[in-house]
């Protein structure tokens, strides 16, 4: 048995596969949709598919992938209990940079998962689904920190991190998001909590 969540993602997921409007498709593979428990309550937001990702059509299984199952592991998560997903479902060329143009055509999309998966904390991964949500914020200012807002009229909690592609790169980066991950399980007991009207509108 489906269940509700589960269908809602996989109408979705068809949809997108169907919508010849989407930019990046005659490039790319497949479209890499997000995935994940239905039910959690915690949302991880990437960037876009890479090499592997496009070739498997699964989010987050290349190197980048690998850190990012480590750091789940290490605080007491699985991939299979939370949710994982990109700003930008199919892959750039050359794995370059998404162009606002391609996050803006993508967004309806990211918006009705979110609003199906409902979770309280939404993990940004990298400066691009940041600025989704915390626009002209730097990331080297503000990750790891917790900003509650409501959002799609429902109490989320915005947890911005560097993107782990970054920190493979650079060890000091590793050593912030090993740290930042941390507060994903300290802010989820009171994120589950708090009330809307306690919070930002943004
Ligand atoms: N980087 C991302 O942002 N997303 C992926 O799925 C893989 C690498």
Known sequence: MVNKKAQALLDLKRRMEG????????????????????????????EAPGYHEDKHGRPFVGQAGQLLNKLLEGNGLKRE????????RFRPPENRDPLPQEIEA???????????????IIVTLGRFSMN???????????????YPMKWQD??????????????????AILDQLK???????????????????QLPLI
């Open 19 to 46: 919508d010849k409007s989407l930019p990046l498709r005659d490039t790319a593979t497949q479209l890499v949709f997000g995935e994940g428990n239905p039910d959690t309550d915690i949302y991880f937001l990437g």
């Open 154 to 171: 429902q109490p989320r909690v915005i947890i911005p991190m560097y993107h782990p592609a970054a920190a493979l790169r650079a060890t």
């Open 132 to 146: 989704k949500f915390l626009p002209s914020f730097k990331i080297s200012q503000v990750h790891g920190k917790v």
């Open 106 to 120: 993508f967004k309806k999309y990211i918006e009705e998962e979110i609003s199906i998966v409902d979770p309280r």
């Open 81 to 88: 209990d939370v949710y994982i997903s990109n700003i930008v």
């Open 179 to 197: 740290q930042d991950f941390k507060v994903i399980l300290k802010t989820l007991g009171e994120a589950k909590k708090t009330k809307t009207e």
